[in-house]
């Protein structure tokens, strides 16, 4: 099974923006079909973006469609957030995510999970 860890998060003000980035170990990112989900407090885990295996096909959730980024650097099994334009409602733990249905965005089919990075926005 892979093993992935997230960095990049940190306190930033509304408007800036942040890299996340998902390192993996174990096996190459490439077998799966990679995502970030966020989770604020009080609030369940929610999809953010997910970018399917070995190919360009990516999908983003509506409240972040246009902001975010989700690339993959295969040589160094690595998978990237960008965010952008930031806001307080962004504030929340992200997690990286690896599962293996192409198009998912329920985090129930994504099977390996790093610990999460924290991003807060202030306003």
């Known amino acids: 099974q892979v093993q992935l860890v997230e960095s990049g998060g940190g306190s930033v003000q509304a408007g800036d923006s942040l890299r996340l980035s998902c390192a993996a170990s174990?096996?190459?990112?490439?077998?799966?079909?990679m995502g970030w989900f966020r989770q604020a407090p009080g609030k369940e885990r929610e999809f953010v973006a997910a970018?399917?295996?070995?190919?360009?096909?990516?999908y983003y959730a509506d409240s972040v469609k246009g902001r975010c980024t989700i690339s993959r650097d295969n040589t160094r099994n690595t998978v990237y957030l960008q965010m952008n334009s930031l806001n307080p409602e962004d504030t929340a733990v992200y997690y990286c995510?690896?599962?293996?249905?192409?198009?998912?965005?329920?985090?129930?089919?994504?099977?390996?999970w790093g610990h999460g990075t924290q991003v807060t926005v202030s306003s």
């Open positions: 970018r399917w295996r070995n190919t360009d096909k990516t």
């Open positions: 174990g096996r190459t990112i490439g077998l799966y079909v």
């Open positions: 995510a690896a599962g293996g249905v192409p198009g998912s965005t329920h985090a129930e089919d994504f099977t390996s």
